[in-house]
């Protein structure tokens, strides 16, 4: 299974950037998707998770700004980022997690390599 990630750049202030994340391999159903990110000198957070009911939650510092959206069908996750900030800026990771077979309720997690995201004017 690999994680393509891709979308992350440089942005002034109050820009938007997309983040997609699209994940291959022998996939069977994607169980969860969320999106990591991680600042020089600070612990990886979560930043925003979809599940396979639809169901989505934010951290409270990207509420209102991020979206994440799932694309079941080329097994893909986006974050839209809109006004972005300074502290935006971070290594932002994709965090999947699906099953293999029909026949399995084991769910494999992978993480995608990290994409950069630079909020600066």
């Known amino acids: 299974v690999q994680l ?3 979308g992350g750049g440089l942005v002034q ?3 938007s950037l997309r983040l997609s ?3 291959s391999g022998s996939i069977f159903s ?3 998707m969320s999106w990591f990110r991680q600042a020089p000198g600070k612990q990886r957070e979560l930043v925003a998770a979809t599940t396979s009911d639809g169901s989505t939650n ?3 510092s990207v509420k209102g700004r991020f979206t ?3 694309d079941n069908a080329k097994n893909t996750v986006y974050l839209q980022m809109n006004s972005l900030k300074p502290e935006d800026t971070a290594v932002y990771f994709c965090y999947v997690g699906f099953t293999t077979s ?3 309720t084991t769910v494999y997690s992978y993480w995608g390599q990290g994409t950069q995201v630079t909020v600066s004017s």
Do not use: F, K, L, M
Request: glycine share 10%; net charge positive; aromatic share 4%.
């Open 68 to 70: 994440i959206s799932r």
């Open 21 to 23: 994340c699209a994940a």
């Open 58 to 60: 934010y951290v409270n």
């Open 102 to 104: 029909p026949r399995s």
């Open 4 to 6: 393509q990630a891709s």
């Open 13 to 15: 202030p109050g820009g």
């Open 30 to 32: 994607i169980n969860h």
